[in-house]
């Protein structure tokens, strides 16, 4: 499974790239091959802020509903709008195409975990 | 990412149609395919006690094949229970709510079993082998209960009830393209396999129960497996002669949206033990018309008489959201019903639901929504069931 090294991580399964103040998060393909197909996503509004660890949205597979927590602080900026019409973009393309918001960061993430260490925890959960 | 209702993002399960898990303090048991599923990438999930395929690769793709091409199912975890003996057919009739003396061998019944007071226990199907000789098929979770009140009904009866299930393996094959994947492999001929027929043939070499039946709308076969531990033999041959038909293995993932779409009861959700077959619509099951008593006949005979409680509907949502179980329903505001089953439907594009409504609504007229999760999704009511295939 693939795991970019650019990236950061949280435990909770998103993935976070940060470039000059804005944040751009998705879920990884380790989550969305886990949830199955995905079917349907809610992503905060442009203007909305986000606080880190907190609720930010959802996302639902055929046989699951799971909330999409923010890795980071601040204001949603971009949303990714592709997504309501195909939201299969996150299982085929969770790195890319499938990110979720962008959001102009107000503190740097704490805690992020290296492509390395998310790749030990998704190990330790097989 | 966690997951909304026990903390854990990565664990489908509490939306896995049908039963609950089993206790997970028992470690779940293997199909003699699951070495197969292993190869083959399934994710697995605990099932009614069973570890069973929930998906290969993606879910709706398995869907389409089943609707386009065909796809092949482990469902070894269904229980067979064998009545044998010169009063098999008497014993089924008391036992059971439908007319099993009259069927005819080498054909098969849907039915039910029910408790006393109308109560659906399981729905089985039921397969004449011989004058005196049936297999009833049960749900996996339901094999207990429906082998001990078999042989408590059948006591007094000239009859042994033996609980087969550990013999068996079953595969189903399913999807417009069945037939032509399975002929080749079959000393059967299958034109002259009608459908809920099932005959004692030969698939891949090995003796089989060839019957005409399925879960998910589309013609196809089950094929049930003796001794068990030959399924892979032929779940290797169906792979190998389907695969370029586009047949794929096929998990519980899609085989839910399949029966969902196909306007299916499951047991456990459209079916249970506070509900008759007439609740369920399927009041054409009880043949109260047949002679002798049968348990549960008052208690029916009084729910087919008064006028149902509740009634089984589909809805179609206008929006996006998944429809799920167990969410109420409201019409113009008011709470009138509530989902049965619920997923997005591959087939139509959009979510669907089953609910039970109070029985004298009027679907005519009003604004149908379902609460999920605090939001009401506008739903339009429509006939069961949602798919019908082109025959």
Redesign the interface.
Known sequence: MSVPTELGYTA???WIAVRDGIATVG?TAY?AE????I??V?TPSVGDDVTAGETAG????????????SPVTGEVVEVNEAL?DAP?TI?SDPFEGGWLFRVRVSEEPADLLSAEEYTKLTEG?N | ?????DGN????????SGVPMSDSATAPRLTALHKTHEEAGA?LVDFAGWLMP??YS???AEHTAVREAAGLFDLSHMGEIRLTGPQAAEALDHALVGFLSKVKVGRARYTMITAEDGGVLDDLIVYRLGEQEYLVVANAANVPVVASALAERASGFDVEVADESADYSLIAIQGPRAVEILAPLTDADLDDIRYYAGYEHTVAGVPVLLARTGYTGEDGFEIFVRPADRAPEVWAALMAEGAPHGLVPAGL?SRD?LRMEAGMPLYGQELNAGLTPFDAGLGRVVKLDKPGDFVGRAALEEASRTARERRLIGLVSRG???L?KGQDVLRDGTVIGVTSSG??SPTLGRPIAMAYVDGDLDTATGTFTVDV?GRGEEVDVVELPFYKRQS
């Open positions: 909770k399964h998103e879920i989550a886990s949830l199955g197909d079917v349907f809610e959802e996302v639902e597979s055929t046989k699951s509903v799971s909330d999409i927590y309501e299969e299982n959960e | 990412m966690t997951e909304g209702e993002a990565l664990r489908t399960t509490p939306i896995l994710t929930l998906r993606s879910e709706t993932s949206t996006r959201r998944p799920r997923a997005p999760r």
